[in-house]
């Protein structure tokens, strides 16, 4: 059993990037909503507990709390932000609106005698995000930090191992974040460096040899990062037991279909590929509504997997690719569905299986990657970006067809192409058909073809984005290409919208 930082999740955005960056300082995390009773913290027994930051006022009768106790049960606690604030009111200080709001990048000065502050440079900048902070600390507190506009940007009573920062030590901008988060776990919580992915491997690959003993497995195979991973996985964990579908649905990029077969058919295991391009583009026909073609895919999607599976009967368990983020409980209310967005492999509970198998469900997407490459897997599969269950379909506006999806793909993959050979830094990038046909010049022809959208943008949780900067030359180069290498196309456009207002798919 690993030692455990607990993170406790009171609406921060950066709650994630907490948990990833004490698990690259090699200790194991995990991230609970503020509302965890401290029974259930008992239980679960952490080496030290990390409050995040949070939108609201700590005054504020709607703000999220924690039972008042935690602060003194004996565990380290380090409080970020909302969490120092919360820190500071629970235990008797004052906080009050900032007579000027920090955001972005601040020079602070830290008294390095502070146990958190060891061995950093005094001077430092860091990321600050608040318009609350605390004007009168507990007693028991001292000052660690300050800044022009905050006289209190850090406090500590080292006595009770009780640390807080107003600042994101978790955030790239902070210069020595990563260093004062490594004293918070090994200097002031003693933690062992125990957990790394070598180790979470191979107890994952005997938990699953002792759950499946010698019965079948069935994965859903989509192709995508984290089936990929969870099938090598697998793959080395009980060999040949494993049966992975892949249902080919016709609405793969270029190439990826065949790369997936090529990668699995090699692989010691039992590689299945259902070829349904035809069936499911039939579905589509005359279909341009976007919801009703999510439906339709999604629909013939589990009926072509359920089909192929059946015919392993003997197959007791079904395995997914279920991440850590995919779990989270979080502190933040509920949000509007904007998208039915499914996920290939996401199948329904009728299904009569014995039991579900997810060893990747404590692993953040960055683990997952570098344990894809412990395992082996190549380089276009680990780095995949993300493509979304219902594939090209939800990139062709309109009617879907065959000849609509060769031209995509063929668009597509100039635009990912150009786009990492030039370096440039995106998330998700990747070409969009258009419904629009617009008139061009061609020698001395005139053309009526259609128009591609180029979308790239930048983000960290694809909740939000920006669209991505990407430079003229390299735009006009994708422009210059897919004109001319791609029939049909005479016309591209740069889409330089946000999400929100627009959303990163165009459907
Ligand atoms: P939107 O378009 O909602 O997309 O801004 C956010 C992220 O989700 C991906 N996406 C999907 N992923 N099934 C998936 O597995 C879906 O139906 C689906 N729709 C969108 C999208 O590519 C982006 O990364």
Redesign the pocket.
């Known amino acids: 059993m690993n030692q455990t930082a607990l993170i406790l999740d009171f609406g921060g955005q950066y709650k994630d990037l907490i948990a990833r960056r004490v698990r690259e300082l090699n200790v194991h995390s995990i991230i609970r909503p503020n509302t965890i009773s401290l029974q259930e913290i008992k239980k679960i027994n952490p080496l030290g507990i990390i409050l995040t930051g949070g939108p609201k006022s700590v005054y504020r009768p709607d703000a999220p709390q924690c039972d008042k106790d935690l602060f003194s049960l004996g565990y380290p606690i380090l409080g970020i932000c909302y969490g120092m604030q919360l820190m500071c009111y629970d235990m008797g200080g004052c906080v009050s609106p900032c007579a000027k709001s920090e955001y972005g990048t601040v020079k602070i000065n830290l008294n390095t005698d502070c146990p958190l502050f060891d061995g950093i440079n005094p001077q430092q900048t860091v990321l600050m995000s608040h318009t609350d902070q605390v004007t009168r600390m507990p007693y028991s507190f001292t000052n660690a930090a300050y800044t022009d506009n905050c006289k209190i940007a850090a406090m500590a009573d080292i006595n009770n191992k009780l640390y807080a920062v107003q600042f994101h030590p978790e955030a790239e901008n902070t210069t020595d974040g990563i260093k004062i988060l490594e004293n918070f776990l090994y200097k002031i919580c003693g933690a062992n460096g125990d957990y790394n992915i070598k180790d979470y491997l191979q107890t994952q690959i005997n938990q699953v040899r002792t759950k499946a003993g010698n019965e079948k497995v069935i994965l859903g195979l989509s192709g995508g990062v984290d089936s990929s991973v969870c099938a090598a996985l697998l793959s080395k964990a009980i060999g040949k037991n494993l049966i992975c579908i892949f249902v080919d649905h016709g609405l793969m990029r270029k190439n990826e279909a065949e790369e997936i077969k090529k990668t699995f058919s090699e692989r010691d295991l039992q590689f299945v590929c259902v070829d349904a391009a035809e069936r499911f583009l039939s579905e589509l026909k005359g279909v341009t509504d976007p919801e009703e073609k999510?439906k339709i895919i999604g629909k013939e999607f589990v009926e072509v997997f359920q089909t192929q599976a059946a015919k392993y009967d003997d197959a007791k368990f079904l395995a997914q690719g279920t991440i850590y983020p995919d779990i989270i409980e979080s502190g933040s209310g509920k949000t509007a569905t904007?998208?039915s967005?499914?996920?290939?492999g996401g199948l329904p509970e009728t299904m009569r299986f014995e039991g579900l198998i997810e060893p990747l469900k404590g692993l953040f997407k960055d683990e997952v990657r570098r344990l894809g490459a412990l395992l082996g897997l190549p380089e276009n599969i680990i780095n995949r970006q993300?493509?979304?269950?219902?594939g090209l379909a939800?990139r062709i506006i309109g009617e879907v067809t065959k000849e609509k999806l060769d031209l995509l793909r063929d668009a597509d993959l100039i635009v990912r192409e150009e786009i990492i050979n030039s370096n440039v830094k995106a998330d998700?990038y990747f070409a969009v058909l258009t419904d629009i046909k617009s008139v061009g010049v061609m020698g001395d022809d005139r053309t009526y073809e259609y128009t591609i959208a180029v979308r790239a943008v930048s983000t960290t949780d694809?909740m939000t984005c920006e669209y991505a900067p990407v430079p003229h030359d390299v735009l006009a180069k994708i422009s210059a290409r897919i004109t001319n290498e791609v029939k049909g196309v005479n016309r591209v456009v740069y889409d330089i919208t946000g999400?929100p207002p627009a959303?990163?798919?165009w459907l």
């Open positions: 999510r904007i998208k967005h499914h996920n290939v993300p493509f979304p269950g219902p939800i998700q694809f999400k959303t990163i798919e």
